[in-house]
C-alpha cells in the first residue's frame, strides 16, 4: 500500500511573491545625459537564451490554465567575443543628419567603445488614444556602401506602447526612400507583429535580478526599386526579441537575422546578443530588505476524493496568490499556478509533496 503525504506550510516574512510586471514607457531613458551600457556580441549562440517556455503551466483548477514565471539567466561577466556598447541619450540637433527629423524631442546615439560610433535613433513620445507610446522617427547608420544614410519613417511607428503587460499584442507598418549610388531611388517596406509572450525575471551582469518582459517581434522587410513595375531587390523575416524592465527600459536584446530570399547567400553574422550591465538613471535596490509580503493564515489540506484540495484565509492585504510545491524542503520550489480565490485544488500524485501559498498584493 502507498501512502502519499502532503503538507502545508504558511507563507513566513522574508519569502517574497513577484506580481506580473507592467512595463511603462516612462521607464524609457529619454532625458538629456542618461545613458547606459551594455555587452554586445554578433554571432554568439542564442539556444539557451530563447529555449524558456511560455509563461502556460498546468490546468488550473475548474477549467483554463494557470500562468507560471520564467527565468532568464543573462549574468555572466563580459566575455572575451564581447565589445561594450554605450547608448547616450542626446539632444536631435546632435546627431547625424538630424534636419530629417524635425519633430523628434531625443535621439539614441549608439557607441561601440571606446570611439565607433555607429548610428542613431530619433524618438519622442505620442498620446493618441490606442497609438500612444513612444514614437520613432527613423534611423540613422553609417554603411560601407553607398547608400544614403538615414531612414526616414513614413509614417513615424509606435514600436513600445505607452503600457506593456503580459499578452498583450501590437503591430504596425511603414516604409522609408534610399538612394544607392546617388542615383537609384530605393523602397523599403517594413512590417513588424509584437507579442508579451513571457513574463518572470532577467538576471543581469552587475545589475541582478529584475521583473522582466518579453517581448517577441517579427520583422519583415520588403525592399524594391521605384520603377514601373517594381523590381523586387529584397524579401526576409528577422526574428527579434527583447526584454523590458520597469525602472530601466530595454534591458536585453536577441536579433536573429533571416537571409534575403531572393539571394539566400550566407550573411556575415547570423544574430546580436545585447544585455544591460549598466544604467545611469537606475539603482537596483534588491540587496535592501524587502517589506515583509502578505500572508495567510488557517492553511490547512484535505485529501477529498482523488485530489489534494488547499483552503486558507487572507490575515493581509494579498488578493492574489501563488500556489508553489516542492518534492523536498531541501529543493528549489516549483510554481503551480495563480488564484485570486482562497482554495486550491490539485490531483493526488504518487510522491510526496510539500505546498506553499504565497499572498501577493
Not at 529584475?210 to 523575416?237: C, G, K, M, Q
Not at 516542492?326 to 529543493?331: C, F, G, N, Q
Request: aromatic share 14%; charged share 10%; with cysteine.
Amino acid at each position: 500500500m502507498k501512502f502519499h503525504l502532503y503538507f502545508c506550510i504558511t507563507v513566513l516574512a522574508g519569502l517574497c511573491a513577484q506580481a506580473l510586471p507592467i512595463f511603462t514607457t516612462n521607464s524609457l531613458p529619454s532625458q538629456i545625459g542618461q545613458y547606459n551600457c551594455s555587452y554586445y556580441s554578433t554571432n554568439v549562440d542564442v539556444t539557451a537564451m530563447l529555449m524558456l517556455d511560455t509563461n502556460q503551466g498546468p490546468p488550473a483548477p475548474g477549467g483554463g490554465t494557470t500562468i507560471v514565471s520564467q527565468n532568464w539567466d543573462f549574468s555572466e561577466p563580459q566575455q572575451p567575443y564581447e565589445s561594450v556598447l554605450r547608448t547616450d541619450i542626446i539632444a536631435p540637433e546632435d546627431g547625424a543628419n538630424s534636419g530629417q527629423f524635425p519633430y523628434a524631442t531625443y535621439a539614441e546615439q549608439d557607441t561601440l567603445e571606446p570611439t565607433n560610433q555607429i548610428g542613431w535613433r530619433y524618438c519622442g513620445f505620442t498620446d493618441s488614444g490606442t497609438s500612444s507610446g513612444r514614437l520613432c522617427y527613423g534611423l540613422d547608420a553609417p554603411e560601407n556602401e553607398p547608400v544614403t544614410e538615414w531612414a526616414v519613417f513614413v509614417p513615424p511607428t509606435v514600436d513600445i506602447p505607452s503600457t506593456v503587460q503580459f499578452g498583450q499584442t501590437w503591430s504596425n507598418a511603414l516604409y522609408w526612400l534610399s538612394t544607392y549610388f546617388e542615383i537609384i531611388l530605393v523602397s523599403n517596406y517594413y512590417t513588424y507583429s509584437s507579442s508579451v509572450d513571457a513574463f518572470g525575471t532577467l538576471i543581469l551582469p552587475e545589475i541582478g535580478a529584475v521583473p522582466a518582459l518579453r517581448v517577441h517581434e517579427v520583422d519583415s522587410y520588403t525592399v524594391t526599386d521605384v520603377s514601373d513595375p517594381p523590381l523586387l531587390l529584397d524579401i526576409n523575416t528577422n526574428q527579434y526579441y527583447y526584454w523590458l524592465v520597469p525602472g530601466i527600459g530595454v534591458a536585453a536584446q536577441v536579433l536573429l537575422l533571416g537571409n534575403n530570399v531572393l539571394d539566400p547567400v550566407d550573411l556575415p553574422y547570423t544574430n546580436t546578443v545585447q544585455r544591460f550591465f549598466y544604467a545611469s538613471y537606475y539603482t537596483n535596490n534588491t540587496n535592501s530588505a524587502p517589506p515583509p509580503p502578505p500572508s495567510t493564515a488557517d492553511l490547512y489540506i484535505i485529501d477529498q476524493g482523488g485530489s489534494v484540495v488547499l483552503n486558507w484565509s487572507t490575515l493581509s492585504n494579498a488578493v492574489n496568490f501563488r500556489i508553489d510545491y516542492t518534492a523536498s524542503l531541501a529543493t528549489n520550489w516549483q510554481t503551480l499556478g495563480y488564484t485570486t480565490s482562497t482554495s486550491w485544488t490539485e490531483t493526488i500524485t504518487a510522491t510526496q509533496r510539500f505546498y506553499r501559498v504565497v499572498g501577493i498584493p
